[in-house]
């Protein structure tokens, strides 16, 4: 058995995830493309809305190196996510230069083709500028959250903040300039909106004046949809981060307190026969013990056995077989895990474990009962796998009491004395000798034989202050008794472990599972004993808590980001509608994935957020326009004009968005796309239900005020 093999094999994984990543962004640049095509036809149109893709990429990831930041799984997820995003800007220009070349071509006088390109990005700018700035605005709470989460989702935000503040810069600059030079001809003036635009706004001219008459209906059922999704919240299960699909696994092997190092080379060598056999294990290596010098220190009873499997296996049904053959091993403790998720969990609790409950009080017999109390009572709750308590045995120890009277009878100090009896049981630095290029300390203590026998140690000679040489049990009382083999400590207070793995069902639901059986099995603790809950259950709950207040504070944000645009309360509000709304398809896709919300699904819902307001700030600012630069007067033709100007670019920026994370969803959770999976899902769900209210409810919204005589604006 070796360890290079395993090491080599970790650089492989993060290898493959990259590539898997790298893989999305390009497929995913394919579909944009595919659907610009479609929507736009004309050859120039789709190579000015695609120029937006390259130059913004680069630019993020010139930014990125000049944060020092580098090209990981992460940093390339962030790019992966905004990728639909970074081409909307450009999409909003080149749409509306696009109509309003058309519409001046069929003017009597028509004008030059700069002022009509000029006044066109002009026109868009305000929306353009705001809307960028509140998606960046959305995703800022990413970068205050703090511990694990913190360190693993800046760096998607780093790169996806960088990624829209390019592509903003290239709208603002690249894109009209473009526009310029390739749609300043005649010919394009007068061709007419491609086919698909067509249809589409001819249905949506047909469809959207049915929600118009019945907008009460209309309005109950959007409400409908966002009570039934508050609904469902409460039912969805949660995990802190999900398992990471790598071919490296790790045995966590605990034996007794006083198994020898040979026993441990004899079980893990039994049970790395066995592993072998299994046809999908490649290798296994056995790490036993930690040094002293580490800063977690494991004695030669705890091992850790890490496996390689084929990339090609059959993931589940082989962790399956592996758990199941561990558990077969008599004496020993095991725990299964993936490389990365075993290393988070260390560092999050110093567990092992998805769950940790921590027993705290000051009598470590009673912690003990009350442990296994806890134990026997969860072990039969859903999804409880790799339940331990923490061990603790009695083990011999030689106790000696100096005697205070006798002490001082003969002369000696307290300290003096304890001095002396550490020199004789522990040893004493005393000095150094040197073998070639080679340094050896020079320790003084008596033999093994007398440490280990009371009755020889109570004959050692110490030397009094007078020079007399007194027998040590003349001075101290010698006994063997016996005590735990480890005391651990949380803030000063004793403790002890029970820990467990969530299998088959999320931690969450688990953990609050375990919380309800323990205050129902388990008889209450005295004051001077509580219970604290840790883990990935409570990690999540703290990375939750935080970004949730963050959240809000960023919607308040938003909030006045949007009525420094509309100058109007009741605008404001009519876009921040698009929040709820956006929720909606989220936890719809959630539920119909497998119902479980990780950290990633959470930055998921917060990026759909500034996606959705997105849009809405579209419609609203151009019926705005409308009617303060056109003199529109209001009325159902305005309504029914300005979401048909808007459907086209609406739809693009949506769908190109939603086609961008595509893959991430349909190739599934594979290396790499852990985490960004999940936030794709939501991201997905919430474009579906948010661009589909945006273009039926908030027009009927938009009506519905304007029929009260309010003015906007």
């Known amino acids: 058995m070796t360890l290079h093999p395993v090491l080599f094999r970790q650089a492989a994984f993060i290898e493959r995830a990259i590539g898997n ?61 905004a990728l639909g995003e970074v081409v909307d800007d450009a999409i909003v220009d080149v749409e509306n230069v696009l109509r309003r070349l058309r519409e001046n071509a069929r003017r009597d006088h028509p004008d030059r083709a700069f002022k009509v390109i000029l006044n066109a990005s002009l026109e868009v700018r305000s929306a353009v500028v705001y809307a960028s700035f509140i998606v960046i605005l959305v995703f800022l709470p990413v970068f205050f959250m703090g511990g694990l989460a913190g360190t693993f989702f800046r ?38 909106d491609p086919l698909l635009i067509r249809m589409l706004t001819g249905l949506y001219r047909l469809v959207l004046p049915v929600f118009l008459r019945f907008r009460s209906a209309t309005v109950l059922a959007s409400l409908a949809m966002m009570i039934a999704a508050a609904y469902a919240l409460p039912f969805l299960g949660g995990e802190f981060l999900p398992d990471f699909r790598e071919s490296n696994l790790v045995v966590f092997m605990a034996g007794k307190s006083d ?27 056995q790490q036993i013990g930690r040094a002293d010098l580490l800063e977690d220190t494991w004695g030669p009873n705890v091992s850790e056995v890490w496996i390689m499997i084929d990339d090609d296996a059959d993931y589940d049904a082989t962790l399956k077989e592996i758990r199941d053959l561990v558990e077969q091993i008599p004496g020993y403790q095991f725990q299964l895990k993936q490389f990365l998720r075993e290393r988070i969990d260390e560092v999050l609790t110093g567990t092992k474990a998805d769950i940790a409950i921590q027993v705290i009080g000051p009598e470590l017999p009673l912690l003990r009962q009350k442990a296994v109390e806890i134990s026997q009572a969860i072990e039969g709750v859903d999804g409880v796998d790799d339940l ?21 009878q003969f002369g000696f100090t307290i300290g003096q004395l304890n001095a002396d009896v ?58 063997i008794d016996s005590a735990p083999n480890l005391i651990n400590r949380e803030q000063a207070s004793r403790r002890i472990l029970v820990t467990c793995n969530a299998e088959g069902r999320d931690v969450v639901s688990v953990m609050e599972d375990i919380q309800r059986t323990i205050e129902e099995d388990v008889a209450e603790l005295s004051p001077k004993y509580h219970l604290e809950y840790g883990g990935e259950f409570a ?18 944000g938003i909030f006045l980001l949007l009525y420094l645009d509309f100058q109007s309360i009741r605008l404001t509000i009519m876009v921040m509608l698009s929040v709820p709304l956006a929720c909606v398809g989220g936890v719809a896709a959630v539920r119909l994935a497998g119902g479980d919300i990780s950290l990633g699904s959470m930055v998921g819902f917060v990026t759909i957020f500034g996606v959705a307001i997105r849009n809405g700030i579209l419609l609203i600012s151009h ?84 029929k009260t005589n309010r003015e906007f604006g």
């Open 155 to 192: 760096p998607l935000g780093l790169a996806y903040i960088a990624a829209i503040l390019v592509s903003l810069l290239v709208a603002l600059t690249v894109t009209p300039a473009m526009c310029f030079v390739f749609l300043r001809s005649s010919s394009v003036e007068r061709e007419r």
């Open 21 to 81: 990543l790298s893989m999305s962004l390009l497929i995913g640049c394919l579909l944009v493309t595919l659907i610009l095509i479609a929507f736009l036809f004309q050859w120039r149109t789709v190579v000015i809305s695609l120029t937006a893709i390259p130059l913004s990429l680069l630019g993020a990831i010139l930014v990125l190196r000049l944060c020092g930041s580098s090209l990981n799984a992460m940093t390339l997820g962030g790019l992966a996510i």
């Open 539 to 556: 990690e999540r709950a703290q990375a939750s808590q935080r970004l949730m207040l963050l959240s809000g504070a960023t919607l308040v």
């Open 259 to 285: 198994s020898s190092l040979q026993e441990s080379v004899r079980v893990g060598g039994h049970l790395a026969e066995e592993l072998q056999k299994i046809p999908d294990v490649l290798s296994v290596a």
């Open 422 to 479: 550490q020199t004789l049981l522990r040893g004493r630095k005393v000095g150094q000798v040197y073998e070639q290029d080679r340094v050896f300390d020079v320790i003084v203590r008596t033999s093994p034989e007398v440490r280990a026998n009371p009755s020889m140690l109570g004959k050692l000679l110490v030397e009094s202050p007078v020079g007399d040489r007194i027998p040590l049990k003349s001075v101290s009382q010698i006994s």
């Open 623 to 706: 019926y705005q326009h409308l009617q303060q630069e056109e003199s529109l007067p209001f009325g159902r033709e305005l309504i029914l004009r300005g979401a048909a100007e808007r459907l086209a670019p609406i739809l693009m920026t949506a769908s190109s968005t939603a086609l961008a994370l595509l893959p991430l969803v349909i190739l599934g959770n594979l290396p790499g796309h852990e985490i960004e999976h999940p936030m794709a899902i939501v991201i997905i769900g919430g474009l579906l239900s948010s661009t589909f209210l945006t273009l039926f409810l908030l027009p009927v919204l938009y009506e519905w005020f304007g």
């Open 388 to 408: 331990q308590v923490e061990q603790l045995v009695e083990v011999p120890q030689v106790e000696i009491l100096l005697k205070p009277q006798q002490v001082a």
